[in-house]
């Protein structure tokens, strides 16, 4: 049972030493009891009241994580969600997205296709998004022998995470096998065979699917898991059509956070890959990246639908509150010479992607300096303090740029002409340049003042 705020308190110090960020204890109690805060935040719980308050400190959403070793290594972590709308607060750990293989393709063209998705990264606002692993399906009639082979032929291709599919215990076992050391997640156990994977998930140290199709289902298998000693569970919850499945991972997702009912408080996994049409599996993926999987497997390596995919799940899990951003840094615009001028503005997207589109549609040449402006555009980082003199010039001085360019010439945004007075100060040996309010204006003002 959860604990209350109340009985939360009576287990803390209370001293209200404020080591946990909160003025008082009491208030770390509600947080704790509102799951907006870990225990590891308040150092001095002693050991018997920290055995009381696991349960309380135990996210609703268990934490999943796949990692694997060495050079390509990723890690994939899914769960510790806390709401259930991204305005309430943010989603926390994207949906790890994995590319289907099966084992009765030949093994020339699942390397292909492993190597083609390996490849396959797009830059987005400053991000490299790409997909974070593999998924190896078992087809019938069942061979263990062919699905530790291509397992393995996958391994030799990527060292990114994999899922393994197989309900057959001895296809799983061979599979498991190949990859021996690692902990893969294993898909999955089911009524007839949650024993047998429960065996093997703990002597792989693995994560655990639990494939059931109802709640009731779902929620009886992973008790008997959790009676086993497996801890690391991810749901199935084998809804496939569009309806069904956001009914369904809804009602987990609601269950799980508003009811703090244990049994189903595990990230959820999606199969957009078993729809047999391409643009329903992209809508599918859409629907279970904001609704509400951990884990979505997709079957078509096709990047005119993984692009868009992998967008919307950066979106959907950035902090409502927190513009999204661009790395601040010196970018290269049309490979700029150094007589070319520098160009500065902020790190908001919007911003960023502004200037450089017209800059670069232009055919323009320049140096785009990205201050960190923590993501406001430049009028609101101006009023706020964030986009000053002293923040421009130090950025200049720490991107090295001085040493670039021949003609230390700065255009700085019109909204912030101001700034000007400031900055010849901040950077005597720099001339400092009024450039036009909008972006679109840039190539003109380029052509014509520079
Ligand atoms: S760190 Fe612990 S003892 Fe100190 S105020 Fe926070 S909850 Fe209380």
Redesign the pocket.
Known sequence: MPLSGIQIYKL?????????G????LA??MKLAAKQIELA?????KADAKAQLADAAEPPVRLITLKTGGAGAREVKSGNETVLFRHEKSFINKPGMFLRVRDDDPIASIQAKVAAAEAYTVRYVGIDLTLDGFAVQATAPFDPARFANVVSAVRASSKRPLILIARDVAVMTAGLRAIDGESPLIHGADASNWEAMAGLAKQHHAPLVACADSLDGLADLTGKLKAKGIDDLVLDPVSRQLGAALTRQTQIRRLALKKDFRPLGYPIIAFPGDATDPTQEAVQAAQAITKYAGFIVLERFAPEMIYPLLVLRENIYTDPQKPIQVLPGLYEINNPKPTDPVLVTTNFSITYFSVANEVEGAGLPAWLLIVDAEGMSVLTGWAAGKFDAERIAKAVKESGIANKVTKHRLVVPGHVAVLSGELEEELPTWEIRVGPREAVDLPAFMKQAL
């Not at 803390?12 to 946990?20: A, E, G, M, Y």
């Not at 909160?22 to 204890?25: K, V």
């Open positions: 803390l110090p209370k001293t209200n030493c404020k080591d946990c909160l003025p008082t204890c770390f109690a935040a308040c150092p001095h719980v």
